[in-house]
């Protein structure tokens, strides 16, 4: 049976609901300009209404036009994310956008600008994240297989947070966050772990359905 298909615009429109709601907390931890929560929330919008624009398109169309129009923005997160989407753009070409590898899109969008890794062997994080939301199977070893250290080094995030008492989604989250390239300001992490969690929540809800 095929996966169903992401409406990106449904997608973002939800992160622009947490964003909003968590604002003034951001701005709060942002001690420089104290604008990033005001800075996302329009960082955000922008994609939306740009998926809501292009919604007849290719989802690799879709994340272009979002990328453009976000380049034209002044603040230095617009120009990450902008950087991520077209990264996006580029790997999605000719893909849909489903439940089964919405997490590589993820992945992307906070890697700042650099391609995800692929799901493989010798990636076991993305294998976990995937499997764990629902959307694929674990993929299976290679000949040489993965021994302790790899596995280790790779889910260091997504174990200590499990060992610490999170739930799967807070785990991912972290692991998320720890892969990230966002930045390591505290407004930035807090910001990624928000952008993180929504769309997690959202693929899992999908995947589950």
Not at 186 to 205: I, M, Y
Request: glycine share 10%; net charge negative.
């Amino acid at each position: 049976m095929s996966q169903p298909q992401l409406d990106l615009a449904s997608l973002f429109g939800q992160v622009v609901g947490t964003l909003t709601e968590n604002k003034q907390q951001l701005n709060k931890a942002d001690t420089h300009n104290g604008d990033h929560g005001d800075n996302m929330v329009e960082i955000f919008s922008v994609i939306t209404e740009a998926m809501e624009t292009k919604r007849d398109a290719a989802p690799s169309d879709q994340l272009a036009y979002a990328s453009q129009l976000l380049k034209q923005r002044e603040s230095g997160s617009a120009q990450v994310y902008s950087q991520s989407l077209f990264q996006a753009a580029q790997d999605f070409q000719g893909q849909s956008v489903t439940s089964g590898n919405a997490i590589q899109l993820v992945q992307t969008l906070l890697g700042g600008g650099q391609p995800a890794p692929k799901a493989t062997a010798s990636d076991p994080v993305g294998n976990l994240l995937g499997s764990l939301l629902g959307g694929g199977q674990p993929q299976q070893q290679a000949d040489d297989g993965l021994d302790a250290g790899d596995l280790l080094n790779a889910g260091l995030a997504f174990l200590s947070a499990k060992q610490s008492g999170d739930t799967n989604m807070e785990a991912m989250v972290d692991a998320v966050v720890a892969t990230s390239n966002m930045g390591s300001t505290d407004h930035r992490s807090q910001s990624t772990a928000l952008v993180a969690n929504t769309l997690l929540q959202a693929v899992s809800g999908l995947a589950n359905q």
